[in-house]
């Protein structure tokens, strides 16, 4: 079963890829560099988690989460950004507060990166098989819940503006 969802996890990112590449060429309309590096970054975290979903242990899978979150930490940045530049909006979205989404994304990766020492993003990592193949187990830290809300702040903004 793994394996159809990271073969369907695969197809999708190069969809994704094709997006993200597609996007680079029409340079002439607004918000396109944003939504073709998100677009690009959604695609590295697909495969990283295909390759995840494929892993045998739970030092594999801690790879592959650490692969996925070089992208994945900078979705509420990157929505922003992209939401900001497609819609014209700058008054809220200011230069400070991309700066501080920047920078709390960057937190983010470098707890992720770092969990082991700390757990500040996952208290717990383990391995659970009750859907027929291995997939990550994880009781969230504190951090999480920080990105989660960082995530949900800029899908808002997207919505709104």
Do not use: C
């Amino acid at each position: 079963m793994n394996v159809i969802l990271s073969t369907l996890l695969m197809i999708s990112a190069l969809v994704l890829i094709v997006l993200g590449l597609v996007g680079f060429r029409h340079k002439g309309i607004s918000g396109v560099k944003a939504f073709s590096i998100l677009m690009l970054a959604m695609a590295v975290h697909t495969i990283a988690y295909g390759f995840e979903l494929l892993s045998p242990n739970l030092e594999t899978m801690y790879l592959w989460i650490r692969v996925e979150y070089m992208a994945m930490s900078f979705y509420p940045f990157l929505t922003l950004w992209f939401a900001r530049e497609y819609v014209g909006e700058r008054k809220f979205a200011n230069r400070y507060v991309m700066a501080i989404m920047l920078i709390l994304n960057i937190i983010t990766l470098f707890l992720v990166q770092t969990n082991a020492m700390h757990g500040w993003y996952y208290e717990n990592l383990g391995v659970d098989t009750s859907l027929g193949f291995p997939t990550l187990a994880i009781d969230k830290g504190i951090w999480y819940l920080v990105q989660v809300a960082t995530l949900y702040f800029a899908i808002g903004y997207a919505l709104i503006v």
